[in-house]
């Protein structure tokens, strides 16, 4: 069988969500009964005036000019003009970030009601506080502010977890194209001794930064990388325990690994401020060490500053201290935010003493972690696997126990929790509309049947982020298969992470749902109408994935996706309000610059970042590609 002939052409069928016919005549009638009263109002004061005016002229003799009313429009609040460092793609930023503290809690949100008990500690001494209250309150903006650079700065790219792409992505032929390809990423005996890590996986999304010519001079990047005045430098964090760094539009390595020496499966963070430091977690407990936890590197020198290991936090997921989640920082107050497997929410006052242009950078981090649980609910499942968003001081993540929780970061406080249909490890994304934040989320198919293979369903939800309200639910059938242990299971549902839908496509909200047509088969982009949750169009794939789908968009507003599957091959799409396109696939190739060029063995768990035209995406079987998009 042929490349080509691994992928049979989708019946993709699209339609609009259903609507009331009468809302758009409705609408209008509305609005013309009040521009009718407006006008009204305002000949009526215009004439009285006139009125006024020439009764007064008769009483003094006089004849008085009439008086007229000007009615002046209100000058709109000038939009700011997007700078270097921000993203093209979130221009303008029009969050307001309002936190009506006053909105009542769902009923069927209100953590109390399941009995829960929370606890906060501070320090090197563990110390509990009943009241805790943060001395520098966090309160993050607008996404389009995240970064101080231009870059990709931690998974899905800020603090709404809304973005992947960078700039502008200019389709013009319609063409993917192998640019290059590292394939040097080995491999690491995991902790149980039965397989090896190997490759980058679920999440891996690399992350990218242009590093201004001031900070290049300090760091230790190659001589070739220091000089080149356009550098924007990509970094991956893999499963053989190295972090890797590449020129973006080359694939050259630009200095050497960093060893940390356990396997990383999730994506790291650079710090949005733009200081050379990078934030990575193990997956596994399989270093060689009693470490089992998170590090802090400087990209100065490739040297560890700090590490924490959670061990004796009396955790009640003591025995698992992966962090798999992707940190953000808050970079007004230093703080770093990080939800880890052991069901702990790390934050560290971080104390950063940076000499910029010195090349000298410290940290004396401060820790304090929260922890709660639920009377349904066993203490040895309260991990945290997916990454936390954040709106101002609200933080959303979800739990092992099907838990999406909402944080308040500056009291350590559960604002509210809705318990899903099914356990995700899918990390919250928010988009704000009409000055409200809402969450995104869906869910996996594990929990619904007994040992064996089964079709059940992948819930998406739209949830108030003020109150815990699903706004509207709805699934799709996926596929899975538990095994007698969890090294043999193979689930379906949402894997990847959704779209939050911008320009062409901000009516709409995409999920992707992976095993669809049967175990090991089939994958789909459903797209819901934000509003009413109604399906708006689909798009099917034969080959499952776990990688998230990327919105990319070009200086016109017009939206694509890319996404990759789990034999290698890259699909771009044409997305749009009320329907979409395939546009092309491809299907890669390992060594393709030499005469044993090979598909085989090729699959694409991790997830991928677009950075202008090109797409950078890690393999499980250690490579990873540069792809152009044209």
């Given at each position: 069988?042929?490349?080509?002939?691994?992928?049979?052409?989708?019946?993709?069928?699209?339609?609009?969500?259903?609507?009331?016919?009468?809302?758009?005549?409705?609408?209008?009638?509305?609005?013309?009964?009040?521009?009718?009263?407006?006008?009204?109002?305002?000949?009526?004061?215009?004439?009285?005036?006139?009125?006024?005016?020439?009764?007064?002229?008769?009483?003094?003799?006089?004849?008085?000019?009439?008086?007229?009313?000007?009615?002046?429009?209100?000058?709109?609040?000038?939009?700011?003009?997007?700078?270097?460092?921000?993203?093209?793609?979130?221009?303008?930023?029009?969050?307001?970030?309002?936190?009506?503290?006053?909105?009542?809690?769902?009923?069927?949100?209100?953590?109390?009601?399941?009995?829960?008990?929370?606890?906060?500690?501070?320090?090197?001494?563990?110390?509990?506080?009943?009241?805790?209250?943060?001395?520098?309150?966090?309160?993050?903006?607008?996404?389009?502010?995240?970064?101080?650079?231009?870059?990709?700065?931690?998974f899905r790219g800020n603090n709404f977890r809304n973005c992947a792409s960078f700039g502008y992505t200019n389709i013009t032929e319609g063409t993917i194209t192998q640019t290059w390809e590292f394939k040097?990423?080995?491999?690491?005996?995991?902790?149980?001794?039965?397989?090896?890590?190997?490759?980058?996986?679920?999440?891996?999304?690399?992350?990218?930064?242009?590093?201004?010519?001031?900070?290049?001079?300090?760091?230790?990047?190659?001589?070739?990388?220091?000089?080149?005045?356009?550098?924007?430098?990509?970094?991956?964090?893999?499963?053989?325990?190295?972090?890797?760094?590449?020129?973006?539009?080359?694939?050259?390595?630009?200095?050497?690994?960093?060893?940390?020496?356990?396997?990383?499966?999730?994506?790291?963070?650079?710090?949005?401020?733009?200081?050379?430091?990078?934030?990575?977690?193990?997956?596994?407990?399989?270093?060689?060490?009693?470490?089992?936890?998170?590090?802090?590197?400087?990209?100065?020198?490739?040297?560890?500053?700090?590490?924490?290991?959670?061990?004796?936090?009396?955790?009640?997921?003591?025995?698992?201290?992966?962090?798999?989640?992707?940190?953000?920082?808050?970079?007004?107050?230093?703080?770093?935010?990080?939800?880890?497997?052991?069901?702990?929410?790390?934050?560290?006052?971080?104390?950063?003493?940076?000499?910029?242009?010195?090349?000298?950078?410290?940290?004396?981090?401060?820790?304090?972690?929260?922890?709660?649980?639920?009377?349904?609910?066993?203490?040895?499942?309260?991990?945290?696997?997916?990454?936390?968003?954040?709106?101002?001081?609200?933080?959303?993540?979800?739990?092992?126990?099907?838990?999406?929780?909402?944080?308040?970061?500056?009291?350590?406080?559960?604002?509210?929790?809705?318990?899903?249909?099914?356990?995700?490890?899918?990390?919250?994304?928010?988009?704000?509309?009409?000055?409200?934040?809402?969450?995104?989320?869906?869910?996996?198919?594990?929990?619904?049947?007994?040992?064996?293979?089964?079709?059940?369903?992948?819930?998406?939800?739209?949830?108030?982020?003020?109150?815990?309200?699903?706004?509207?639910?709805?699934?799709?059938?996926?596929?899975?298969?538990?095994?007698?242990?969890?090294?043999?299971?193979?689930?379906?549902?949402?894997?990847?992470?959704?779209?939050?839908?911008?320009?062409?496509?901000?009516?709409?909200?995409?999920?992707?749902?992976?095993?669809?047509?049967?175990?090991?088969?089939?994958?789909?982009?459903?797209?819901?109408?934000?509003?009413?949750?109604?399906?708006?169009?689909?798009?099917?794939?034969?080959?499952?994935?776990?990688?998230?789908?990327?919105?990319?968009?070009?200086?016109?507003?017009?939206?694509?996706?890319?996404?990759?599957?789990?034999?290698?091959?890259?699909?771009?799409?044409?997305?749009?309000?009320?329907?979409?396109?395939?546009?092309?696939?491809?299907?890669?190739?390992?060594?393709?610059?030499?005469?044993?060029?090979?598909?085989?063995?090729?699959?694409?768990?991790?997830?991928?970042?677009?950075?202008?035209?090109?797409?950078?995406?890690?393999?499980?079987?250690?490579?990873?590609?540069?792809?152009?998009?044209?």
């Amino acid at each position: 069988m042929s490349d080509r002939e691994q992928y049979i052409e989708p019946d993709n069928s699209y339609y609009k969500p259903s609507r009331d016919p009468g809302e758009g005549t409705l609408g209008l009638v509305v609005v013309m009964t009040i521009l009718f009263v407006i006008l009204t109002a305002v000949l009526a004061v215009v004439y009285f005036n006139k009125r006024k005016g020439d009764s007064t002229g008769e009483e003094e003799g006089q004849v008085q000019p009439s008086t007229y009313i000007s009615v002046a429009s209100p000058t709109p609040t000038p939009i700011p003009p997007l700078t270097d460092t921000q993203n093209a793609v979130l221009y303008p930023g029009t969050a307001i970030i309002n936190l009506d503290t006053e909105s009542p809690i769902a009923d069927t949100a209100r953590p109390e009601a399941r009995g829960l008990m929370e606890s906060v500690f501070i320090g090197e001494e563990r110390e509990l506080v009943e009241d805790f209250v943060r001395t520098k309150p966090i309160r993050f903006t607008d996404p389009i502010d995240y970064g101080m650079e231009a870059g990709l700065f931690t998974f899905r790219g800020n603090n709404f977890r809304n973005c992947a792409s960078f700039g502008y992505t200019n389709i013009t032929e319609g063409t993917i194209t192998q640019t290059w390809e590292f394939k040097g990423i080995g491999t690491l005996l995991a902790s149980t001794l039965n397989f090896e890590w190997s490759g980058m996986r679920w999440t891996g999304q690399p992350l990218a930064i242009k590093w201004p010519a001031s900070m290049k001079g300090v760091m230790n990047l190659y001589d070739s990388a220091k000089g080149k005045e356009d550098l924007v430098e990509v970094i991956c964090a893999a499963c053989d325990g190295k972090i890797y760094f590449f020129d973006l539009e080359t694939g050259a390595q630009t200095r050497d690994p960093i060893n940390v020496g356990v396997s990383i499966k999730g994506t790291p963070a650079l710090d949005p401020r733009g200081y050379p430091l990078i934030y990575v977690g193990q997956c596994d407990n399989n270093g060689g060490s009693s470490i089992f936890g998170m590090y802090i590197y400087s990209l100065l020198d490739g040297k560890q500053l700090y590490h924490y290991d959670g061990g004796e936090d009396s955790a009640y997921r003591a025995g698992w201290r992966a962090f798999d989640s992707s940190p953000i920082i808050d970079a007004n107050t230093d703080t770093l935010i990080w939800p880890c497997e052991n069901g702990i929410i790390y934050t560290f006052d971080l104390h950063t003493n940076y000499a910029q242009g010195i090349g000298d950078i410290s940290i004396a981090p401060e820790r304090t972690g929260y922890k709660y649980i639920f009377n349904d609910n066993s203490g040895s499942h309260m991990g945290v696997e997916s990454s936390i968003a954040i709106y101002g001081n609200y933080g959303y993540f979800m739990d092992n126990t099907s838990n999406l929780v909402c944080l308040d970061l500056n009291s350590m406080k559960m604002v509210w929790c809705q318990v899903l249909g099914d356990d995700s490890d899918v990390t919250p994304s928010i988009s704000e509309e009409n000055g409200v934040p809402y969450v995104y989320i869906g869910t996996e198919v594990d929990n619904q049947g007994g040992t064996g293979e089964y079709c059940g369903a992948a819930y998406v939800y739209k949830i108030n982020g003020l109150t815990g309200e699903v706004v509207w639910q709805t699934s799709e059938p996926c596929y899975t298969y538990n095994g007698e242990t969890s090294e043999t299971d193979q689930s379906g549902g949402c894997f990847g992470n959704p779209i939050i839908g911008k320009n062409s496509i901000s009516n709409l909200v995409i999920f992707p749902f992976s095993m669809t047509k049967g175990l090991m088969s089939g994958n789909k982009l459903v797209a819901y109408d934000k509003d009413l949750g109604t399906k708006v169009w689909e798009y099917d794939m034969n080959i499952y994935s776990y990688s998230s789908p990327v919105d990319c968009y070009d200086m016109s507003g017009q939206a694509y996706i890319v996404i990759g599957d789990s034999i290698g091959q890259i699909h771009l799409v044409s997305a749009g309000s009320s329907e979409c396109k395939r546009i092309t696939y491809i299907q890669c190739k390992r060594n393709i610059a030499s005469n044993n060029a090979t598909s085989s063995g090729l699959c694409f768990e991790a997830s991928p970042m677009v950075y202008g035209n090109t797409m950078v995406i890690g393999t499980t079987g250690g490579s990873v590609f540069g792809i152009t998009l044209g």
